[in-house]
């Protein structure tokens, strides 16, 4: 099955400093890389989404880069806020077959000091 | 703006009751699941559902059981609660997978439940 290392566990920055976030993965057949972000109280929602035909996206001060040849994909979020501060979680698909089971890593506890 | 409810925020029951946790989506997802969260070991599938009436384990399934009746509607069950799943749980809900393309999970606020 699939295997997700997510990497820090804490990342503590300054206001306006970039973050990065990293995950590796294990299945080759892995497509969709989605990233999550948790606030506190709240569930995980999704942030961005990369899938494997493509090697990066961006969206106004976050982007995702993706390696298929190493698995490894990162989330990069630039000109951080106060308001970034949160957990926030990596997945790519499980396995292979007809359901997409998302195998999410550890998280990241995002500290953005003001 | 699309919706996944879970009956209680916040729930205390005591060893050995049975306790029912109730997810609901508004989005008509074929997709439903639900998960453990604990400090440091992420998010784990308990229990995943791809259509009313069907379900698979997910990595933990011990201890617990689901039920779908209703596409809307997805429950967590713990037979006989235990201390150790003390625990916030989260529901989601996606689209199926279909011809190779994943889709995004909605999730729910979570339930923390305690078990004294």
């Known amino acids: 099955g699939e295997n997700v290392e997510q990497h820090p566990s804490t990342l503590s920055v300054q206001e306006g400093d970039s973050a990065v976030i990293k995950c590796t993965y294990s299945?080759?057949?892995?497509?969709?890389f989605p990233w999550y972000k948790q606030e506190l109280g709240k569930g995980p929602q999704l942030i961005i989404d990369i899938r494997s035909n493509v090697g990066e996206k961006k969206d106004q001060r976050i982007a995702v880069t993706l390696n298929k040849t190493a698995k490894h994909f990162s989330l990069h979020i630039t000109e951080t806020q106060p308001e970034d501060s949160a957990v926030y979680f990596c997945a790519a698909k499980r396995g292979s077959g007809g359901s997409y089971i998302p195998t999410f890593g550890r998280g990241t506890s995002l500290i953005v000091h003001p | 703006d699309v919706k996944v409810t879970q009956s209680s925020r916040y729930l205390v029951k005591r060893t050995g009751e049975k306790v029912f946790l109730e997810c609901v989506q508004d989005m008509d997802h074929e997709n439903m699941f639900w998960y453990r969260q604990d400090p440091g070991l992420g998010l784990r599938l308990i229990y995943f559902s791809y259509d009313v009436k069907m379900k698979e384990k997910g990595d933990i399934p011990e201890g617990y059981s689901v039920s779908r009746e209703k596409k809307e509607r997805f429950s967590l069950i713990l037979e006989s609660a235990s201390t150790n799943q003390t625990s916030m749980y989260l529901c989601a809900s996606s689209l199926p997978f279909r011809q190779g393309i994943a889709y995004e999970q909605y999730f729910g606020p979570g339930t923390r439940l305690t078990v004294t």
């Open positions: 299945d080759s057949a892995s497509n969709y």
